[in-house]
């Protein structure tokens, strides 16, 4: 009887310890969308063609990178 008091108190501890290395909670601030997708960021490594804060050329170069190696589903679908 003494044998299953102590097995059951080992898996108890056991799994006590466990819990305590569990995941943290990733609490933090909500995504800021207070300026849209195409306004850029400012800064000099953008890619030649588009032009911060024009809609129509951003969408542009989203097609041109779809098409020319930056869709990885392309990328992977050679013969």
Known sequence: MTRIASTLLTAAIL???LAACGEKPQTG???????????????????????????TSW???????????QNEYSRNQKP
């Open 29 to 55: 601030g909500a995504v800021k969308h207070d300026a849209a997708p195409y306004a850029g960021t400012g800064s000099n490594f953008t890619q030649a063609g588009w032009t911060a804060g024009d809609k």
């Open 59 to 69: 969408e542009q170069q989203l097609r041109t990178r779809q098409q020319y190696g």
């Open 15 to 17: 799994c006590v310890a």
